[in-house]
């Protein structure tokens, strides 16, 4: 099983951005989704979650401004962020948990995608 983190890049204020990451391998389905950021010197930070029935959670610096989602045909989620600030600056990193065709389950982490907002 492989996550693949992409969309990153650098935008100015107030612009927008969407991440996403596809997971690939054998699995059956994608069960929920954790987007995470950090900076150096700085603990990992929740951004924005989507639990097995869809609920999302989001951190509050970010509330109103981003959106999480998940396409399960296309085993993919995405983190849409709107309204970028430069205090968004960090590197993204997604977390899904999965169901495996083996019926298991695993947590798998994607390798991070660097965002960088400019004032």
């Known amino acids: 099983v492989q996550l693949q983190a992409s969309g990153g890049g650098t935008v100015q204020a107030g612009g927008a951005l969407r991440l996403s990451c596809a997971v690939t391998?054998?699995?059956?389905?994608?069960?929920?989704v954790g987007w995470y950021r950090q900076t150096p010197g700085k603990q990992r930070e929740l951004v924005a979650r989507i639990d097995p029935v869809g609920i999302t959670t989001y951190g509050d610096s970010v509330k109103g401004r981003f959106t999480v989602s998940r396409d399960i045909a296309k085993k993919t989620s995405y983190l849409q962020m709107n309204s970028l600030e430069p205090e968004d600056t960090a590197v993204y990193y997604c977390?899904?948990?999965?169901?495996?065709?083996?019926?298991?389950?695993?947590?798998?982490r994607g390798q991070g995608t660097q965002v960088t907002v400019s004032s």
């Open positions: 977390d899904v948990a999965v169901l495996l065709t083996d019926s298991n389950t695993a947590i798998e």
């Open positions: 391998g054998s699995i059956s389905r994608i069960v929920a």
